[in-house]
């Protein structure tokens, strides 16, 4: 959690010599700060989710020697995104000579360091990031609500009695609130652990449907037609983004440098997950082709036993990753706004979990209404995660480069440039499919 002596008001900048004579990471402070191992189980829950199940679905919207690069790039520039927006907030922490600035202030304060023209957007920079940040993995457990209640249903459907989802939605309110009234990463880490654990042998076990007399691969389409990539593109982009929830584990880390050294922490795990994720999307693509559908644990047998013990390891992860989604809402609305207007400091521990309950029942509240919330929500969260991942990145290494420069001819800029472009272009192709996507299920609703 961060405390107050990450959010001490932020100093005057300094000179350049008394700049370099400081070292964010070695003034930081945080209460049950994790190691590098339970950084490393929480990077990768954070980052394999519910989206990597949808990869086959994805390589039949772009051919598998499509699906193989562009994954590539988009997790690859995904990471160098992730690099280039650490950096920067390190960068700013050594100007301001505070052992942490969050994301929502680093933007605030590079927009006021940074061309002339971007200035004016400095006010409103913290809300507007702490928003989409709140709101995005707000989002995020609104879905998980549904995927979990899902799956149970599919398997009491199956060996019970049929119920609708929404009481199995009920029945999930009291364990989420329990898991959520985990207020640190510190022991939410045994739990992300575990769910690593079930994750590799769910898979293990999907991949052995999938390898089950696999079809020739001439079967298969090597390109598809370019029209079918935004579809790719939204998936891909939904699937790999965490930005709120790994920036989250380095501030809580005990060893931050540890976190982006060349080999560090999210070096390896980014190049675990794109490594699952490229594996998963290519063979299950290879096996079922064109019929993969929006979930892979829907097309592998539904009657088997195996199949079920897939859904119950999926929704026991899931459950798990709603508490890592929903603690970057909690600790920016709670950290940013609700405590600072509550007096009595003895009576916050009884207030946040008042809080976090509230988060719960609103999240159930919203998948009861609308049990395909994720329709709308790949709309807002496809605008959110571009502008999250790429483009606000990019901006601000901008502008904290702005007076030290770009390097020959530019090219820091240039990079820049492009990853803004990069992130507009996703931004509006994952918007435009989500609202498609959203009028054919209303329209096929209607007919």
Known sequence: ????????????????????????????KVKNPTNNWQTFAHFLKASIGTGVLAMPSAFAHAGYVNGFVLTAIIGLLALYCLHILINSMYVLCKRQRVPYISFSESMRLGLQEGPPMLRCLAPIASPFVDGFLAFYHFGICCVYVVFIAESIKQLVDEYLVVLDVRLHMCFLIIPLMLIFSIRNLKVLAPFSSAANLLLFVGFGIILYYVFENLPPLSEREAFVSYTKLPTFFGTVLFALEAVGVILAIEENMATP?????????????????????????????????DDALGSITLNIPQTEVLAQVVKIFFAITTYISYALQGYVTAHIVWNQFLSKRIANVKKHTLYELCFRAFIVLLTFGCAVAIPDLSLFLSLVGSFCLSVLGL???????????????????GIRLVANLLLLLFGIFGGVVGTYVSIVDIINSMSGKVA
């Open 1 to 28: 959690m961060q405390n107050d002596s990450k959010n001490d008001s932020v100093a005057m900048p300094t000179s350049k010599a008394n700049i370099d004579d400081y070292d964010p990471h070695m003034h930081r």
């Open 257 to 289: 440098r540890s976190y982006v050294q060349p080999c560090g922490i999210m070096n390896w795990g980014m190049a675990i997950v794109l490594s699952l994720y490229i594996f998963l999307g290519f063979f299950g693509y290879w096996k079922y082709g």
């Open 391 to 409: 483009i606000f990145p990019a901006l601000l290494q901008i502008c904290v480069q702005y007076e030290t420069g770009y390097g020959p001819c």
